[in-house]
């Protein structure tokens, strides 16, 4: 009976895995409403790629600026992710997230 569970739990970890690894992949993208920014996420809310539409900037700065928005903004989501996980851990809601 031990050995079925162990097996199970071993399903079970492969299918999270699996499904991380799908969420990692698919990704969503969005146009601010002027159509000078483009934002890509992935299915685990990370930003993976930012895309600035002004043709006066320099093209280096432009990447610069593109980059630093990407990890800026992952910065202050995994800062948000971790205070709800905190919050919700003291509560026992949820599983505790």
Do not use: R
Not at 35 to 56: M, R, S, W
């Amino acid at each position: 009976m031990l050995g079925d569970m162990e097996k199970m739990a071993k399903i079970f970890q492969d299918e999270i895995i699996h499904l991380k690894e799908q969420l990692k992949n698919a990704h969503f993208t969005e146009i601010s409403s002027d159509g000078l920014v483009t934002i890509t996420a992935n299915g685990l809310e990370e930003i993976v790629k930012v895309n600035i539409q002004l043709n006066d900037l320099n093209p280096e700065i432009k990447h610069y600026i593109e980059c630093s928005t990407v990890e800026a903004t992952n910065k202050v989501l995994a800062e948000v992710k971790e205070h709800l996980k905190q919050k919700f851990s003291n509560t026992g809601l949820f599983g505790g997230i």
